[in-house]
């Protein structure tokens, strides 16, 4: 298998990070290098296995859904790259 | 007594409690090896005037009863740290100031620690060399040009550089036990469940752990009893009888059982880290322990299924990161665009390749292919943890396949970087703790480490272990200074 310059720009589209075709073409040699890699695993017959997903094996533990910081707004907008009084700005989104 | 800046943390903390030395002496020290070791670049944030301030007040009222008095230590640029700005060794985080504090560090500045600053890493823990960092690559102390390991390479190079006396990591597929084995300094990657997560860039929830690196065991054992503790406000933190692991150290291992995977002694592996596992043994066996051959039949799957497994939850993780809440902000037309160009601007390349692998084995006709796949490996590498441990209670193997490597040698090849993680990996897939101890050098003089690996939770054992073969090995650093002018 490998991985061609359109899919690369159709993962690059999922990803949201913005490709050159110069970028592309050095992304595509490392994934088909990085996958050939991993087709290793295609030898290990899996068909029974159920899939590891947390190797903590525990049920997650509930709690109150309450409010537990109050009054952080402020603090919460001083990082944002844009902000408007009590708001995070992004470019316009409806014309 | 010894130069401030060369004790172990035992050694500092009983020298600040018996009043023969103050924090404000201990942490200028410190401040001002730092200050001549710029060349290293293991800072990426200094706090020196604040760490300063904080040690005279800890002066004026000193709570001895503490386990760090005083003690200053510099962080791993991972830890967010309230109100000190913290990056990730990324641009896409280059102006973030945390407004609040991750438990593992909250915990080390509740027994009295002083935060002397925030250390390089790889781009969000991503590489084995800290080559990616957005901040330039670390120097290790070892040798001019000589990588210090990654991700914790700042952590690493600050810590056997004399510039912290202890300092902490994240290890997610070997980002602690990698750089300590380059450098000749102890790190321990915890069971996953053991510190808590809260607070810490996510790179791979799955894998992520802190842990303590040190100059010595002991060392480790306090600050392992610091920094573990439940946490409900990570859901994976697990709530399990925590020792306090430095009380109960102890040189008595007579009788455990340690295993030796077959699997480990892997094609083309240098002479000199076969002869290194071969010392290894006989060290162990000197200590009164019992050498068991054992078999880890999927050792050699566990890389692949680590770059599946890792970069699937990177890409999702990395998600947040688009510019509208924080951090680097690229301007765009309009909103997509903005968000694309924030994201190739703002993460640097092997972030960008880590979560395109990520978003490809994610996506729609793969994810059975690969991402299932991965996990069904991942299953059988942790069965074969559980089989070995019905017949040892611990395992040994050498920390990493070759010693450290030049800056630049690897960085045109993944692969041959991902590979330095091949002894490491399958521990984190496993969820295990393991500990990395400096154990002698390769035919350069350059450090290396041997792994021992532990049953989950099993903290204390491998310590143990650890504790008794360091006796044995009789390990020293050489450190020249050649950095400092």
């Known amino acids: 298998m490998t991985i061609d310059l359109k899919t690369i720009k159709h993962i690059s589209k999922l990803s949201r990070i913005s490709v050159n075709d110069e970028k592309a073409k050095k992304l595509a040699d490392d994934l088909n290098s990085i996958f050939k890699f991993v087709e290793k695993l295609k030898q290990l017959d899996t068909e029974n296995v159920e899939p590891l997903t947390s190797v903590a094996e525990t049920t997650l533990k509930l709690r109150l859904d309450e409010v537990k910081s109050k009054d952080i707004r402020d603090q919460i907008l001083k990082n944002s790259p844009e902000e408007n009084e009590d708001f995070f700005v992004v470019p316009r989104v409806v014309e | ?485």
């Not at chain 2, 009222?61 to 003690?71: A, S, T, V």
């Not at chain 2, 962080?75 to 000190?84: E, I, M, Q, R, S």
């Not at chain 2, 002083?114 to 781009?123: A, P, S, W």
């Not at chain 2, 903005?338 to 960008?352: A, I, L, N, P």
């Open chain 2, 1 to 485: 007594m010894s130069q401030i800046t060369s004790q172990t943390l035992t050694e500092l903390v009983k020298n600040i409690k018996e009043k023969k030395i103050s924090s404000e002496e201990t942490t200028r020290a410190f401040i001002e090896r730092g200050e001549k070791s710029n060349d290293l670049n293991t800072y990426i944030t200094q706090n020196f005037s604040s760490a300063l301030n904080k040690a005279k007040n800890f002066d004026q009222k000193p709570n001895f009863d503490l386990k760090l008095p005083g003690i200053p230590m510099a962080v791993k640029d991972l830890f967010c740290t309230n109100g000190v700005k913290t990056t990730a060794g990324s641009k896409i985080l280059n102006n973030f100031v945390p407004p609040y504090e991750s438990t593992v560090t909250q915990n080390i500045w509740n027994q009295g620690a002083i935060l002397l600053g925030k250390l390089n890493c790889d781009e969000f823990a991503m590489g084995s060399s800290n080559e990616t960092s957005f901040f330039g690559n670390v120097q290790s102390p070892i040798d001019k040009g000589l990588v210090p390991g990654g991700s914790s390479g700042g952590s690493a190079s600050a810590l056997a550089a004399n510039l912290t006396p202890i300092t902490i990591g994240t290890d997610t597929g070997g980002s602690i036990r990698q750089p300590a084995s380059f450098t000749g300094t102890v790190g321990l990657k915890p069971t996953y469940g053991s510190c808590s997560r809260y607070g810490i860039v996510a790179f791979a929830s799955s894998l992520d752990q802190a842990g303590p690196m040190s100059k010595n065991v002991k060392d480790c054992a306090l600050l392992q009893e610091i920094i573990s503790t439940y946490d409900e406000k990570d859901s994976t933190s697990i709530d399990f009888k925590r020792n306090e692991y430095s009380k109960e150290l102890t040189k008595n291992i007579k009788g455990k059982k340690i295993g030796i995977p077959k699997e480990y002694r892997v094609d083309g592996m240098p002479k000199e880290i076969e002869d290194l596992w071969t010392k290894g043994v006989e060290y162990a066996k000197d200590c009164g322990a019992e050498i068991v051959e054992i078999s880890l039949p999927h050792t050699n799957y566990a890389l692949p299924a680590y770059y599946i497994v890792a970069p699937a939850e990177a890409s999702s993780n990395l998600a947040r990161y688009d510019g509208v809440k924080y951090g680097f902000r690229s301007k765009g037309e309009n909103l997509i665009d903005m968000y694309e160009k924030t994201r190739s601007e703002g993460f640097g390349e092997e972030v960008q390749r880590r979560i395109m692998i990520g978003t490809y084995v994610l996506s729609s006709g793969y994810y059975d292919a690969y991402y299932l796949k991965a996990q069904k490996v991942r299953k059988l590498i942790k069965n074969d943890f559980d089989e070995a441990y019905k017949k040892v209670d611990a395992i040994l193997t050498p920390s990493t396949p070759s010693a450290a490597f030049k800056i630049g040698e690897k960085t045109n090849d993944p692969v041959s970087m991902y590979l330095n993680d091949i002894f490491t990996v399958p521990v984190n897939l496993a969820g295990l703790p393991a500990i990395s101890i400096p154990a002698g050098v390769d035919a350069k003089g350059y450090p290396l480490g041997l792994q021992i690996i532990g049953k989950a939770f099993d903290e204390q054992n491998i310590l143990n272990i650890a504790y008794a073969m360091e006796e044995k090995i009789e390990f020293k650093n050489k450190i020249t200074d050649w950095w400092i002018k």
